[in-house]
Nanobody, 124 residues
Framework: QVQLVESGGDSVQAGGSLRLSCSIS????????WGWFRQAPGKEREGVASIGVRRSTNYADAVKGRFTISQNNAKTTLYLLMNNLKPEDTAMYFCAAGTRPFAASLFARDYRYWGQGTEVTVSS
């Protein structure tokens, strides 16, 4: 069973930066889709960034130009670099992985494995 463990969440002021990491283990060779999602209090989970087949990437409009998704060569660690953070970025951030050969996707239904989340708080 694939395991995903997020880290790097913190409390920062608006305009600051954070880098989230997601350590992926067990069965990583089957994975073809990776993504970051977030869920703010009282809101639905939303896709933030994704890497898919042929290293395609996709970003939510709200984070384009500020967030960058990447992974190490072994595809065992997924990163999310977040710059120019805004209070509306406050949420629990989750990494996710899937086994189907999709282009980068922001739809939760395309992912099979999920981490437990890491909390990001941005104050104004």
């Amino acid at each position: 069973q694939v395991q995903l463990v997020e880290s790097g969440g913190d409390s920062v002021q608006a305009g600051g930066s954070l880098r989230l990491s997601c350590s992926i283990s067990r069965g990583t060779y089957n994975l073809q889709l990776w993504g970051w999602f977030r869920q703010a209090p009282g809101k639905e989970r939303e896709g933030v960034a994704s890497i898919g087949v042929r290293r395609s990437t996709n970003y939510a409009d709200a984070v384009k130009g500020r967030f960058t998704i990447s992974q190490n060569n072994a595809k065992t660690t997924l990163y999310l670099l977040m710059n120019n953070l805004k209070p509306e970025d406050t949420a629990m951030y989750f990494c996710a992985a899937g086994t189907r050969p999709f282009a980068a996707s922001l739809f939760a239904r395309d992912y099979r494995y999920w981490g437990q989340g890491t909390e990001v708080t941005v104050s104004s």
